[in-house]
């Protein structure tokens, strides 16, 4: 038998259930109530309980307000929209700090005039919004847009929202219209057309210090050892020492680059200097692709497409730094597991690296090939020191790459 006592707390209980099932239905069918929402509603609920049980006109009439409040807040989401909306971008692509236009046209689909209401249309972490007039049926309003590219990234652009709330934030409704699209802003390169040659050589292989006894660049002649190829025999010095005499070759291999570049924070100083390191990566890997070399793109964490420029630049925009991971391997140790046949390496990374620590991580790449560190430093002047097959640069700009080129092929 139920307690007397327990009479009003099993009615407050019924009246809080009564209230969420009702929210509950709202939101089912009108869209999302807001925390707001919530309060307002089971405060009501609750005013108007309490009020009536205890006999308190006044907090019966704030419940009523309460209530009615909620209820006309819902009424102004409620309503069907027939939109057409089409988002279109004027580039899908632009170099950061380059003016990125967008279009918006939304149309009234439906055989009914359409309310007013909010068009809403997330740009990257922030969201443009436009109101939309009351528009007859076959009406078309459209919004131009610009898109912020001061930073080099990926710009998710969309998906568009219809969205109808009351005033006072209690209730709100979303509707999705289009998906989301993507613009890239890709880093500033520089053109280094002119700086290859004597650089990157590829005419019939490039030439390595590994001695062969069968290849196309001939090094030396050696007297003939049994089991020689009798092809290589060079008879006219033979006939003329009196003793066969073989032909040596040094191993040639076809021109393939390792493009590496640090995406480990800690390599930089700053947000500045790792710009210029992606600047200086794009711009190398771009020259690369045009001339049509072997070429292998990547970074301390991920591997880049080479289809074409544009695919690699797209790469390019959606590289961020990240802390250096506990079990993280060295630059030049990354390179050397990934391209192990590598002819040339270009790694790109900070100012934060002594030359004596790039010397000593540059062991971990196969001895023979040409391996360069280019270390971005804003504002430095361009500095080059080699050391057999090792070369360590500075770049303090963008622009003087081609020149830090230059000077690479005339040491």
Do not use: K
């Amino acid at each position: 038998m139920t307690d007397p006592a327990d009479a009003p707390l099993d009615r407050r209980a019924r009246a809080v259930i009564r209230a969420r099932a009702i929210a509950q239905t709202v939101r089912a069918r009108t869209g999302v109530l807001s925390g707001l929402g919530w309060s307002v509603l089971l405060a009501g609920v609750v005013a108007l309980v309490a009020g009536r049980r205890y006999g308190w006109a006044e907090l019966v009439v704030a419940g009523c307000v309460l209530v009615i409040t909620f209820l006309v807040a819902v009424a102004m989401t409620v309503g069907r929209s027939s939109y057409a909306v089409d988002v279109d971008l004027a580039d899908h692509f632009v170099t950061v700090g380059e003016r990125a236009m967008g279009r918006i046209e939304v149309r009234n689909a439906g055989r009914r005039r359409l309310l007013p209401a909010h068009i809403e249309l997330p740009v990257g972490v922030g969201a443009a919004s436009f109101a939309l007039p009351s528009m007859a049926p076959g009406a078309v309003h459209e919004e131009i847009y610009a898109i912020p590219t001061a930073q080099r990234a990926v710009v998710i652009v969309g998906p568009v929202r219809s969205v109808r709330a009351d005033p006072l934030g209690v209730a709100r409704r979303e509707m999705r219209w289009t998906d989301p699209v993507e613009l890239y802003v890709h880093p500033a390169i520089v053109t280094l057309a002119g700086t290859r040659a004597g650089l990157l050589r590829d005419l019939e292989g490039q030439a390595t210090r590994t001695i062969s006894d069968n290849d196309m660049s001939f090094h030396a002649l050696r007297e003939y050892i049994p089991g020689d190829d009798r092809r290589n025999i060079h008879w006219r010095t033979s006939a003329r020492t009196g003793t066969l005499m073989v032909r040596q070759f040094e191993d040639t291999r076809r021109t393939h680059t390792a493009l590496a570049l640090s995406s480990e924070r800690p390599d930089y100083a700053s947000d500045e200097e790792f710009e210029l390191a992606v600047s200086t990566f794009a711009s190398l890997g771009v020259q690369l692709i045009r001339d049509g070399l072997d070429l292998t793109a990547l970074t301390s964490t991920s591997d880049l497409r080479i289809r074409s420029p544009r695919v690699l630049l797209d790469d390019c925009s959606a590289i961020v730094g990240a802390p250096r991971a506990a079990d993280a391997r060295d630059l030049a140790q990354t390179v050397a597991r990934a391209v192990p046949g590598a002819s040339m390496a270009l790694l790109v990374t900070g100012s934060v690296a002594s030359p004596t620590t790039l010397r000593t991580s540059a062991a971990a790449i196969p001895t023979g090939v040409r391996t360069v560190f280019v270390q971005c430093d804003p504002g430095a002047e361009v500095g080059l020191r080699t050391q057999g097959s090792l070369s360590v640069a500075t770049l303090g700009e963008l622009t003087d790459l081609p020149r830090l080129l230059r000077r690479l092929v005339t040491q």
